[in-house]
């Protein structure tokens, strides 16, 4: 028997319903398997659901759920979430960044601004550094 032979019998993973025509689900359903057509639509209007990352601190993996967690800087480049103890940390370390230019530790002004992600810097920059940087890219 070829692989490509009769098409077997499909099942909904969800409702264990034989099922003519099933459908993907989508990834951030978590589901394995396939679907029926009703419960894909099921799922579809189901609010999102709430991602398990959701509520996880990416820094520490605390769990104090989505209500006491803080969104990082975007300048961080983090995926995710922190708890509150971590952002401070953060913040804190943010802050020291913030000081001084991370490629010549001149003292920054007011608004330093942070490194482009394809500079593979994590810091801050003075104007000087920052424009000496884009010049190259
Ligand atoms: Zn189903
Ligand atoms: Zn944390
Ligand atoms: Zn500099």
Redesign the pocket.
Known sequence: MGLFGGKKEEYCTVCNKRTPRTSKPKKEWNIKGQLCAKCFVDYMKKPIAKKKSDDICVACGAEPGGLNLWKPKKEWQLQGWLCEPCLREWEKSDNELKK???????K?GFFPRYAKKEWNLKGY??????N?QESKT
């Open positions: 001084n230019c991370i490629v010549c530790n001149t920054l920059l003075c104007k000087n550094c920052w000496a």
